[in-house]
């Protein structure tokens, strides 16, 4: 059946743990909140009590659900607010227990249905015993929770590689992103929630998962901030969590589910490293207690570490074939040289023959575009495979010939070959170097009555990500095409997984060929376009 009495994890700051000693083994004390969370999680405390975010005061207000001083014959000389908001009977039940031959001692008592321990406080120097009442109803059902949202959380981790490297790179964060939600929904009960990464860079909370909040405006951001940017930015940046018991009260809230009465919020943590935050929001007031808190800290650490896995997947995969290719490039070298001077030396031996010299040239321009193909290919997102050899050999193209595409990409180099691909073709090109850029050369067109025929635009620019020039984009032209880019697969924003549910005609994963580009764009612009929802 396990243990009746609670054990408390006490939490406190470095200098203050050699004056706060346990009294009994139900009290334990560290200045490690993490580690706390961990022996929570496998059953080692049943409550965490952060004096960090209090003083040694409020330890007992902490611990117990009220408290009665009690006289040397038993009866109850004094009770706080708490002891008199009880039902009668569980306050006569208590008195009754303390006016008993025993008289105070530690223990538990059951009435109307409710558990409580009783835990005595004797001083040596007074007559009356403080008695602390701990409801342990609580106990087993939160143990319960705790072990269910532990199972849930392992699955969010238990990512097998053989199984995730066969997907695509959609599928693999649309699979993570439904269990994160089936497991916020089913063991938290929690419906209206949003996962933000921080992006180390900028300082950004990017916006991964979202479900029934209210999303921001395009262009709108949320910072890791401690002022100005709403709770999240503060949990982000103090890596405490944080419950807004009433929106309309907390100057720290931003507005987020439309009509939100009270928030959770949590850490994202790798280790000691915030990552991002869990916020959750509902529509009554003082919706979430310290229980709903623990259980969310709990579940965030398996998101965090889930998040991460995957993201060392797209990594080790940008990682092997970054070095496989630069060993290739290495090892080849030599063979390049060789084929120059042999080259050169048939060149030397029939200066006379026209035909022989121009297959000595063909054969020097194909080991020169090998070379330049691989260089591609170690540059990777920074370029297009094949670009230098197609814009020489590419004609106008009567599908693609006057279609107006804007393309928004920060990297110079897949700038100038994408504008020199599609104007070989016959296309009108907009070239943006940044998300604002791209968004207010959409607003011009739409205002000038000018068509826009596609949009291409990479993942992650310095200011948006993709997923927020994409509803710019429909926001203005609601059934123009987009075309989305990535690196390898990465997509710290989950562009990918929010874009393809509204419609996104397709995503080009760098380094791709031209012949690649050309056909999704020619696939974007004769598919049937699924508008983006109304807000």
């Known amino acids: 059946m396990g243990r009746t009495e609670p054990r408390f994890i006490i939490v406190v700051p470095e200098g203050m743990a050699q004056f706060l000693q346990p009294a009994n083994e139900r ?45 040397p014959s038993g009866t109850v000389d004094w009770a706080d607010s708490r002891f008199h908001e009880l039902p009668d009977d569980v306050q006569q039940a208590v008195k009754t227990s303390l006016a008993s031959e025993d008289g105070c001692q530690d223990g538990a008592i059951t009435a109307a249905d409710r558990s409580f321990y009783l835990l005595t406080c004797r001083q040596p120097d007074s007559k009356h015993t403080l008695v602390v009442l701990v409801e342990i109803t609580w106990m087993q059902k939160q143990r319960d929770r705790r072990a269910a949202v532990r199972t849930a959380g392992l699955m969010l981790r238990d990512l097998d590689r053989t199984v995730v490297s066969e ?20 063991e938290l009960s929690f419906d209206n929630f949003e996962i933000r990464l921080l992006d180390r860079a900028s300082s950004k909370l990017e916006l991964v998962i979202a479900k029934n ?28 969590p944080y419950i807004c018991s009433n929106v309309a009260e907390d100057p720290r809230y931003r507005e987020g589910l439309d009509d939100a009465a009270s928030t959770l919020t949590v850490p994202l943590k790798l280790q000691k490293q915030i990552i991002g935050v869990l916020n959750v929001e509902s529509l009554t007031p003082n919706a979430f207690n310290r229980d709903d808190l623990e259980l969310a800290e709990i579940l965030a650490q398996y998101i965090a570490d889930a998040m991460h896995m995957l993201d060392l997947l797209v990594v080790e995969r940008f990682t092997t074939r970054e070095q496989a290719t630069r060993s290739v490039l290495m090892e080849l070298d030599e063979p390049f040289s060789q084929l120059r001077e042999v080259a050169a030396s048939l060149r030397a031996m029939n200066t006379d023959d026209v035909a022989f010299q121009k297959i000595i040239d063909q054969l020097v321009s194909t080991a020169s575009s090998m070379r330049t193909r691989l260089e591609a290919c170690v540059s990777g997102p920074r370029s297009i495979l094949d670009a230098e050899h197609e814009i020489k050999r590419l004609s106008p193209d009567e599908q693609l010939n006057d279609l107006h595409v804007l393309v928004a990409d920060d990297e110079p180099r897949i700038r100038e070959e994408m504008f020199k691909l599609l104007s070989q073709v016959g296309c009108r090109v907009t070239m943006c170097e940044d998300g604002s850029s791209a968004i207010s050369s959409v607003e011009s067109l739409q205002k000038s009555k000018q068509k826009l025929d596609l949009v291409v635009t990479d993942i992650k620019l310095p200011d948006l990500n993709g997923y927020e020039v994409f509803t710019g984009a429909r926001g203005c032209f609601p059934e123009v095409p987009v075309i989305l880019m990535t690196g390898f697969g990465y997509d710290p924003s989950h562009s990918i997984v929010r874009a393809s549910q509204e419609g996104v005609s397709a995503v080009l994963f760098k380094p791709f060929r031209t012949a690649q580009l050309l056909e999704a764009i020619k696939s974007a612009i004769t598919s049937p376009v699924i508008a983006s929802p109304e807000d």
């Open 213 to 240: 909040l209210t999303p921001l405006k395009v262009g709108e951001v949320i910072y890791a901030s401690d002022t100005g940017n709403g709770i999240s930015g503060w949990v982000a940046v103090t890596g405490q």
């Open 167 to 186: 997907m695509t790179v959609a599928d693999r964060l649309r699979m993570l992103e439904d269990r994160i939600v089936r497991c916020i929904q089913e």
């Open 27 to 71: 009290f334990v004390v560290t200045t490690d909140l993490d580690q706390a969370r961990q022996d929570a999680d496998h059953g080692l405390g049943d409550r965490i009590i952060n004096l960090h975010r209090g003083t040694p005061m409020d330890l007992l207000g902490e611990v117990g659900n009220a408290m009665v001083l009690v006289s």
